[in-house]
């Protein structure tokens, strides 16, 4: 008998199998007396119910078993005819089939193949005897050698198919391989048979009997110790094998049923054959569902290439376990993660591979960690991408740029203008509220698939991928620059921003992301310094631009060490005397290849790199002690004052008041004759702190002047509250001056309000006769420019204080280091310069 196990037997081969069945039945009874009864017979019928049905020898190679049953059936050929042998090899066949197969179909099958191969072998036993063809000493052997044959052939015919329709091999190989196999072990059940029939010629029955009740017991009890040492091992049939739940235990059973993890036994091809409830409610779906589906319909897709990989080498004995996390999609479009763990384990009796899967809901765990992984490349105020992801997406859009020729992208580099101010006069609720208002609105002006990132406090990255032309890029930027600048209302207070940005256009010839991010922020860096509020796109001009500030930096660093600063002095004129009232210390870098590089230039540099603290100092200190040096060699009723810049930086150096003290003290300069130049946006920049600054520096009896008046946006509302001294215009509304144009106005109102503070005003930049004479008609005091004298070194300004000392009081300085002649007619004011 040959037992098959095999989903797929197909039924009509089941039932063409019952068919041949019944015939042989019925052929065997034909033209036989009816059974008589005896006591060989008894015992034959006996073991075969029992010891016989028990007692499984398995086919070497193949997934079936044979019944030692089969020797009784071998034995009743050659001791009986087929109408004993047939029956009696169908009712063995059944009893061993029934007891791993309760459908009955296949136990019918089994039993009806016996019947048909007994009923051929015993038919050729006794066509073999009739024909006398074969010696009597032969008949025997060859009698059992066609009877084994027969029995493997026609046995294996369907555990052939079943297997060949479940795995698609080669039919005649596997036929073969369980037939041949099939047909040695018959050989030998046939030989044994052999051997009882010859015996039994000699042997009474009683012996036998008695012979083979010891057998079976000594089996019995044999099996009985292998059973129990094997459930010590926890393991589950005697040869090492696990077994199925469903053939387990009623413990065993419920054990799987009741566990707390997903738990489930599936087919090598991935049909689930038994779930249990965990898994169940994990993957949000009843147990027969989960019985009509295969893996594939609850793994994630993006899963099932490695999953079914990981399975494949388990099925084949390559690994142990399939350990891996998974991801399950479930039916709310919600995703469930899950631990697998993946074993193999063969069924019994059938040797079919089986899997068996547990699976952990880890869920909570992972979702932990991808939040964990999210705040790691995200920035926790806007949420949007920060600059490690960012880089990571630039790199992408490298390498794709590289696979696909001509394509383009560009990264954009944004910062807010005016942020710090915002920030520190509203306070850091309101500037943090910006900036996500700043960066939702960013994010609508992008596509889907482009990224937009915080990369520092009020600095943005775009990332535009896939464009046709660089006009796309700036396309989004204008979006970008019209969406920002809607007003915005934060807590009441209505807040306007700009945008600058500095715009990279990036082909497959950048290597790394921080090339292009650094042209970006080059481009970004020439709109702000273009005005702000603009975008500007890279190019390689830039770039040299970017280097040249570079070296400029360290060569700043190096300048003061080695003395390569110097002071030019520019006269600061009354314009009612034309006497000099003092000087403006205008700082001069003497590079050593450069030339001359005007503080325009480097100033921000300065300013930037913290260099102007040092600078600022040796400055300070050299003006004072040069101011000191002049009061001591030109002796006046009317001492000379000396005016020093500050920049925003110096002007917030904490220990400002200090270092303003200790050079009035080691230079012996009077405080009052020291004026400090700071411009109006730093004092508006933090106003309750420079209001204090100022106070300070004030109570040291030093004078302030507000420089470049004008162009800043202070409020003239705050500006009585500052102990100001001076208000200085800006050149670049006396230079326009003409008439009583726009910028007369301007000046007009600068004077008088001035006037109306207690200040004194003085004009920067008069270069012509016509500016000084209508800056004289408007009142203005005092004067300073190119019409009077261009800033000079400090021998030739000592050389025009002397002069000047001798002149007559309608005749002032100009035109560099000569005086010029001033005609003093009413009205009329003529320059010319001194022969
Ligand atoms: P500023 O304080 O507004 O200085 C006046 C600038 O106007 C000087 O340029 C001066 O040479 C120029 N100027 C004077 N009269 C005329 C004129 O009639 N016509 C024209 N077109 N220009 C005139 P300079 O020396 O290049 O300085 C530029 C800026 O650099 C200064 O502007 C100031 O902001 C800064 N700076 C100069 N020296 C120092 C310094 O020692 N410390 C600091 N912190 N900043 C300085
Ligand atoms: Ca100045
Ligand atoms: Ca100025």
Not at 175 to 191: H, I, P, Q
Not at 231 to 254: C, F, H, I, K
Not at 291 to 317: N, T
Not at 773 to 784: F, I, K, S, T, V
Request: glycine share 6%; hydrophobic share 45%; proline share 4%.
């Amino acid at each position: 008998m040959i037992i098959v196990n095999s989903d797929r037997a197909s039924k009509s081969l089941a039932w063409v199998s019952i068919a041949l069945g019944v015939c042989a039945l019925l052929l065997s009874f034909n033209g036989q007396d009816l059974w008589r009864p005896d006591a060989r017979l008894a015992f034959l019928t006996l073991f075969t119910l029992s010891v016989g049905a028990t007692v499984l020898v398995k086919v070497p190679k193949a997934k079936a078993y044979i019944a030692a049953s089969d020797v009784a059936v071998f034995v009743a050929i050659l001791l009986y005819d087929n109408s004993v042998a047939t029956p009696l090899a169908a009712l063995a066949t059944l009893t061993a089939a029934i007891r791993f197969d309760r459908r009955l179909t296949r136990p019918l099958v089994a039993a009806a193949l016996a019947a048909v191969a007994t009923f051929v072998s015993a038919w050729g036993a006794n066509q073999l005897a009739a024909w006398g063809v074969v010696p009597q000493s032969a008949l025997l052997g060859i009698n059992l050698f066609i009877m084994a044959a027969v029995r493997a052939v026609i046995s294996a015919a369907p555990a052939a198919c079943a297997t060949v329709m479940a795995k698609g091999q080669s039919r005649i190989v596997t036929y073969f391989s369980t037939s041949v196999w099939g047909f040695v072990v018959y050989l030998f059940m046939a030989s044994i048979a052999g051997l009882v029939g010859t015996a039994s010629a000699w042997v009474s029955v009683d012996v036998a009997f008695a012979v083979l009740a010891a057998v079976g017991l000594a089996y019995h009890a044999c099996s009985l110790y292998m059973k129990e040492g094997t459930a010590r091992q926890g393991e589950g049939t005697p040869d090492g094998r696990l077994s199925l739940p469903s053939e387990g235990s009623e413990s065993l059973r419920r054990a799987f049923n009741d566990a707390p993890t997903g738990m489930a036994i599936l087919s090598a091809r991935g049909d689930l054959l038994r779930v249990n409830r965990s898994l169940g409610k994990m993957l949000g779906r009843s147990e027969e569902e989960l019985l009509r589906s295969g893996i594939q319909e609850f793994v994630h897709p993006d899963d099932l290439g490695p999953v079914l990989a990981g399975v494949k080498d388990v099925i084949k004995g390559k690994e142990l376990y399939l350990r891996t996390d998974i991801r399950h999609p479930l039916k709310d479009g919600a995703t469930a993660w899950a631990h697998w763990s993946v074993g193999r384990f063969f069924a019994p009796y059938t040797d079919e591979v089986r899997l068996i899967l547990q699976a952990q809901d880890v869920t909570g765990r992972k979702l932990a960690e991808e939040k964990l992984l999210h705040d790691a490349c995200h920035d926790i105020l806007t949420g949007l991408p920060n600059r490690a992801l960012f880089i990571d997406h630039v790199k992408l859009s490298i390498s794709r740029a590289r696979r696909r020729e001509g394509s383009l992208f560009a990264v954009l580099f944004l910062d807010l203008d005016r942020f710090k101010i915002i920030n520190d006069s509203l306070g850091h609720m309101v500037g943090d509220e910006l900036l996500i208002i700043v960066a939702r609105r960013l994010e609508r002006c992008v596509r889907e698939g482009d990224t937009v990132a915080r990369v520092g406090g009020d600095e943005f990255m775009v990332l535009l991928d896939d464009l046709q032309d660089i006009g796309e890029a700036i396309t989004v930027a204008e979006r970008i620059q019209n969406d920002v600048k809607i007003p915005i209302n934060i807590n009441g207070h209505e807040v306007f921003t700009t945008m600058s940005i500095g715009i990279a256009p990036c082909s497959a010839e950048y290597d790394n992301p921080e090339d292009i991010m650094r042209d970006a922020d080059t481009a970004m860096y020439r709109a702000k310094s273009l005005g702000k509020a603009r975008h500007e796109v890279f190019d390689k001009t830039m770039h040299a631009f970017a280097v040249n500030l570079l070296q400029l930096e360290t060569d700043l660093r190096k300048a003061l060490e080695r003395d390569q600063f110097f002071i030019h002095y520019q006269p600061i004129v009354s314009l009612d005397s034309f006497h000099i009232r003092g000087f403006e210390a205008l700082v001069r870098w003497a590079h050593p290849e450069r030339g001359f590089i005007s503080p325009m230039d480097f100033i921000p540099v300065a300013e930037e790199t913290g260099l102007i603290v040092a600078l600022g100092e040796w400055t300070l200190h050299e003006a004072c002690r040069q101011m000191h040096h002049w009061q001591h060699e030109f002796p006046s009723q009317d001492p000379m004052f000396i005016s020093v810049n500050l920049s925003t930086k110096q002007f917030n150096q904490p220990n400002l008041i200090e270092q303003v003290s200790d050079i009035l003290r080691t230079t012996g300069l009077n405080p009052r004759a020291l004026k400090l130049e700071i411009t109006e946006s730093a004092v508006m920049e933090n106003i309750e702190v420079a209001t204090e600054m100022l106070r300070q520096l004030r109570a040291l009896g030093v004078q302030l002047s507000i420089d470049d008046f004008g162009t800043g946006y202070s409020s003239l509302s705050y500006l009585h509250r500052f102990p100001i001294d001076t208000l200085k215009i800006d050149r670049s509304f006396v230079s326009r001056m003409s008439g009583n144009n726009e910028n007369t106005e301007i000046v007009r109102t600068i004077v008088v309000l001035a006037q109306n503070l207690g200040m004194d005003v003085v004009a920067e930049g008069v270069e012509t006769n016509e500016q000084l004479a209508l800056l004289r008609q408007l009142g203005c005091e005092y004067g300073q420019g190119y019409y009077f004298s261009r800033p000079v070194s400090d021998v030739e300004a000592g050389r025009i204080i002397a002069d000047t000392r001798a002149l007559q009081p309608d005749r002032a300085i100009g035109d560099g280091r000569r005086l010029p002649r001033i005609n003093v007619e009413p009205g009329t004011y003529t320059a010319t310069p001194a022969a």
